[in-house]
């Protein structure tokens, strides 16, 4: 009886390791590339907080526009403080998954680099910008929404 039960583990223990073989295809069919965002368009400001407080309607934001366009160029007009005045150049770290936008200035030899989110608010995307422009100790949240054309 000893003899059977030392001969079921042995084959038990042989089936074991030669029945689960790995799956030695490196070929993934589920895999999706991201698409890249499309930042280009005109934003408008929607809110704007100094120091966590809401100033939105302190005073006429609405005019305020930045354009960034398709070839890579931006401008903006009805300036407010931001961290470029002038017309210039505008890139995003990473085209699937932005995370920082570039504006360099024409004229200019470095590029302004600024953190920003890119949520869906409402069904729609917008850029939340944290910047400083001008005094440090003031921290501004400009929230942004794409004009529909």
Same mark, same amino acid.
Request: one cysteine or more; a negative charge; glycine letters at 6%.
């Given at each position: ?6 001969l ?16 030695? !295809?490196?070929?993934? &069919?589920?895999?999706? *590339? ?5 930042? #280009?368009?005109?934003?408008? +400001? ?28 931006y401008s ?17 770290? !990473?085209?699937?998954? &932005?995370?920082?936008? *570039? ?5 200019? #030899?470095?590029?302004?680099? +600024? ?35």
């Open positions: 009886m000893k003899h059977i039960t030392r079921f583990l042995a084959v038990a223990a042989v089936a074991l390791a030669t029945s689960c073989s790995t799956f030695s !295809d490196d070929s993934n &069919p589920y895999e999706v *590339s991201e698409s890249a965002k499309n930042l #280009s368009g005109t934003w408008k +400001l929607q809110t704007v907080t100094r120091n966590g407080i809401d100033i939105t309607k302190s005073m006429d934001f609405t005019r305020f526009q930045l354009q960034l366009k398709d070839d890579g160029t903006i007009q009805n300036y407010l403080p931001f961290v470029v005045s002038g017309e210039g150049k505008w890139a995003v770290n !990473d085209p699937q998954h &932005p995370m920082q936008l *570039s504006f360099q200035e024409n004229g200019t #030899s470095e590029a302004v680099n +600024l953190g920003f989110s890119y949520p869906v608010v409402n069904g729609q995307r917008s850029i939340s910008i944290t910047l400083s422009p001008g005094c440090h100790s003031n921290v501004y949240v400009y929230t942004l929404y794409r004009e529909t054309e």
